[in-house]
């Protein structure tokens, strides 16, 4: 079983930004499928972006667009999410989340797909 570790959070103005990092251990992430979500206080846990085994494919979710990016590291078995012009409402705990699917291309949205999961790491965006 992977083990996921977050980095990189931390308290920041709005408008700054933050890169998060996700290492993994145990096992090889260069057959999984990646995704970043976050939880805020009293709210679901929602998507924030998703990257391919290979890295080609990404996505940002809607609210996050424009100030997201996804990339991947396989040979140093992380991943990474840089956040730029953050807001107030991108305060949340951040988590990386791992789904084995060999050479898919594919990318998942939903929590329920992901089995292997990070303990999350603090943002907190000041106004």
């Known amino acids: 079983q992977v083990q996921l570790v977050e980095s990189g959070g931390g308290l920041v103005q709005a408008g700054g930004s933050l890169r998060l990092s996700c290492a993994a251990s145990?096992?090889?992430?260069?057959?999984?499928?990646m995704g970043w979500f976050r939880q805020a206080p009293g709210k679901e846990r929602e998507f924030v972006a998703g990257?391919?085994?290979?890295?080609?494919?990404?996505t940002c979710a809607k609210s996050v667009k424009g100030r997201c990016t996804i990339s991947r590291d396989n040979a140093k078995n992380t991943v990474y999410l840089q956040m730029n012009s953050l807001k107030p409402e991108d305060t949340a705990v951040y988590y990386c989340?791992?789904?084995?699917?060999?050479?898919?291309?594919?990318?998942?949205?939903?929590?329920?797909?992901?089995?292997?999961w990070g303990q999350g790491t603090q943002v907190t965006v000041s106004s």
């Open positions: 989340a791992a789904k084995p699917v060999g050479n898919s291309g594919a990318l998942y949205y939903n929590k329920e797909s992901y089995n292997a």
């Open positions: 145990g096992q090889t992430l260069s057959s999984s499928a």
């Open positions: 990257i391919s085994v290979s890295g080609g494919i990404t």
